[in-house]
């Protein structure tokens, strides 16, 4: 069964950068598909926010892309998210799941961060 | 960006009652439509991926019609795990987008 797990701090300080590592459990990220990550403020709606490939290779929201980066470590099969200059908008459960042809079909449990002083 | 319409935004039902759920792409995604559920606290659900592919382990009360601009999702007969939120997500296009929820609850 394959399993994610988001880690990462739950408070950032805006201007400062947010940064989550995903850990992958039950399949090898080396063995294909890609890895992204979705984020809901509370309350509110899914933003797709970017996804990799096991080779580096990724893809990112336009609304975001100047200030994100993802990331991919196979030798720990994980995968790592950076959102820079970040701001109270950017408070948000944040979610890493697998892309499974068009579609996310295994999802972590989510993590909250929040933006404040 | 594809923007993703639905309605109702909330709706509430019995169990037992068939439901629909109305979702719009804003252009033509051919069959490119994802259905997810969603329930309070938890991580987003596949339930029906090209619009009526029915994912592994999900109950055959659930179905997904539709092509080009407009699909739903139907629940045959509600049950009370049901009470949830439900999200389209077209993958035409990147980035892929999701519609804004609809909310199903107890009558």
């Known amino acids: 069964q394959v399993q994610l797990q988001e880690s990462g701090p739950g408070l950032v300080k805006p201007s400062e950068t947010l940064s989550l590592t995903c850990a992958v459990s039950?399949?090898?990220?080396?063995?294909?598909?890609?890895w992204g990550w979705i984020r809901q403020p509370p309350g509110k709606g899914l933003e797709w926010i970017g996804s990799?490939?096991?080779?580096?290779?990724?893809s990112y929201n336009p609304s975001l892309k100047s200030r994100v980066t993802i990331s991919v470590d196979t030798s720990k099969n994980q995968f790592s998210l950076k959102l820079s200059s970040v701001t109270a908008a950017d408070t948000a459960v944040y979610y890493c799941?697998?892309?499974?042809?068009?579609?996310?079909?295994?999802w972590g449990q989510g993590t909250l961060v929040t933006v404040s002083s | 960006d594809i923007q993703m319409t639905q309605s109702p935004s909330s709706l509430s039902a019995s169990v037992g009652d068939r439901v629909t759920i109305t979702c719009r792409a804003s252009?033509?995604?051919?069959?490119?439509l994802n259905w997810y559920q969603q329930k309070p606290g938890k991580a987003p659900n596949l339930l029906i991926y090209?619009?009526?592919s029915l994912q592994s382990g999900v109950p055959s009360r659930f179905s997904g019609s539709g092509s080009g601009t407009d699909f739903t999702l139907t629940i045959s007969s509600l049950q009370p795990e049901d009470f949830a939120t439900y999200y389209c997500?077209?993958?035409?296009?990147?980035?892929?987008?999701f519609g804004g929820g609809t909310k199903v609850e107890i009558e």
């Open positions: 799941a697998r892309v499974y042809g068009r579609n996310f079909d295994y």
């Open positions: 039950g399949y090898s990220i080396s063995s294909g598909y890609y």
């Open positions: 990799i490939y096991h080779s580096g290779s990724t």
């Open positions: 252009q033509s995604i051919s069959r490119y």
């Open positions: 090209a619009a009526s």
């Open positions: 997500q077209q993958s035409y296009s990147t980035p892929p987008t």
